[in-house]
């Protein structure tokens, strides 16, 4: 069981940056790789941004390529994910989540989620 807790969420201006943060604890933080995901009101949660557990492996949904980045710090036990140039369609709740094994996919089925945070990009 690992137990993930998300910060750094809020109301940002379009065109703006946020960087959101879990922190995990329970289980050895670099046995799982991470991912981020979101749900916009009315929608289906949907992928966002996965990576390995060493950090070597990255994968994003296509509306956020070149725009944000999943980074992850196994020391701190904490995966980021920076969000740049932020666009009023990325208001959404975000989750962070964890999956076990060093390889696989690293979209796909989390086993272990985060509460969410509250994203508001405003015009």
């Known amino acids: 069981q690992v137990q993930l807790v998300e910060s750094g969420g809020g109301l940002v201006q379009a065109g703006g940056s946020l960087r959101l943060s879990c922190a995990a604890s329970?289980?050895?933080?670099?046995?799982?790789?991470m991912g981020w995901f979101r749900q916009a009101p009315g929608k289906e949660r949907e992928f966002v941004a996965g990576i390995s557990w060493s950090g070597s492996r990255t994968d994003y949904a296509d509306s956020v390529k070149g725009r944000f980045t999943i980074s992850r710090d196994n020391a701190k036990n904490t995966v980021y994910l920076q969000m740049n140039s932020l666009k009023l369609e990325d208001t959404a709740v975000y989750y962070c989540?964890?999956?076990?094994?060093?390889?696989?996919?690293?979209?796909?089925?989390?086993?272990?989620w985060g509460q969410g945070i509250q994203v508001t990009v405003s015009s």
């Open positions: 329970g289980r050895t933080f670099s046995n799982y790789r």
């Open positions: 989540a964890a999956k076990a094994g060093y390889s696989g996919d690293l979209s796909g089925r989390y086993d272990y």
